[in-house]
């Protein structure tokens, strides 16, 4: 079983930066496809970003092409989104999902642990 844990989310203003955390507990890290999902109120939870088990390939949603870079240490179990150029449709609960298939997935089904999620706001 694995525990995820995020941090770094809060209040900031348009055109800040954020950066998440994610730690992973409890399983073989570097085995998981790690995305991180997010959530606006009254809407679906979608998939942003998600890396590679060894960070070869990467997946970006449009909307966050350019602005968003996601890695990882799997010598630390941690996976990390930089956010840049924050904007006020940006403000949502993130969530850091992990995912056992062998390939990168938008499908939250997919996803077999997840995080409590942490709120990001951005301000306009």
């Known amino acids: 079983q694995v525990q995820l844990v995020e941090s770094g989310g809060g209040l900031v203003q348009a055109g800040d930066s954020l950066r998440l955390s994610c730690a992973a507990s409890g399983g073989t890290f570097s085995r998981y496809v790690m995305g991180w999902f997010r959530q606006a109120p009254g809407k679906e939870r979608v998939l942003m970003t998600a890396i590679s088990w060894n960070g070869d390939r990467t997946y970006y949603a449009d909307s966050v092409k350019g602005r968003f870079t996601i890695s990882r240490d799997n010598a630390k179990n941690t996976v990390y989104v930089q956010m840049d150029s924050l904007k006020p449709e940006d403000t949502a609960v993130y969530y850091c999902?992990?995912?056992?298939?062998?390939?990168?997935?938008?499908?939250?089904?997919?996803?077999?642990?997840w995080g409590q999620g942490t709120q990001v706001t951005v301000s306009s």
């Open positions: 999902a992990a995912s056992r298939v062998t390939y990168i997935s938008v499908l939250t089904a997919l996803y077999n642990y």
